[in-house]
Nanobody, 123 residues
Framework: QVQLVESGGGLVQAGGSLRLSCSAS????????MGWYLQAPEKHRELVAT???????NYADSSKGRFTISRDTAKNTVYLQMNSLKPEDTAVYYC?????????????????WGKGTLVTVSS
């Protein structure tokens, strides 16, 4: 089992920045990829970015150039640096973990979810 705990959400003005953290604990032998999803009100959960155990990153088009995913292996923590935030970025952001990249890129393939952290961007 893997437990994921997100932190760092909050209220920020448009154009501002936030850094989300996802602290992982438990047994990681089956986990090779972690990522971030967002879910806006009344919308489906959407992939934001992923990072593999080797450090390879991928981003959704909407987050390219503004968001950066990174990891600190020693701390078992994954980060999402979000810059130039827009009101449409307002959502609950979830940390996700899965064995393979092909799993984590769809919500149904995610093995473990955090409980989420709310990001609100005001205009």
């Amino acid at each position: 089992q893997v437990q994921l705990v997100e932190s760092g959400g909050g209220l920020v003005q448009a154009g501002g920045s936030l850094r989300l953290s996802c602290s992982a604990s438990g047994s990681f032998f089956s986990i090779n990829v972690m990522g971030w999803y967002l879910q806006a009100p009344e919308k489906h959960r959407e992939l934001v970015a992923t990072i593999t155990s080797g450090g390879t990153t991928n981003y959704a088009d909407s987050s390219k150039g503004r968001f950066t995913i990174s990891r600190d292996t020693a701390k078992n923590t994954v980060y999402l640096q979000m810059n130039s935030l827009k009101p449409e970025d307002t959502a609950v952001y979830y940390c996700a973990a899965a064995p393979f990249l092909s799993d984590v890129i769809t919500p149904r393939g995610v093995r473990y979810w955090g409980k989420g952290t709310l990001v609100t961007v005001s205009s």
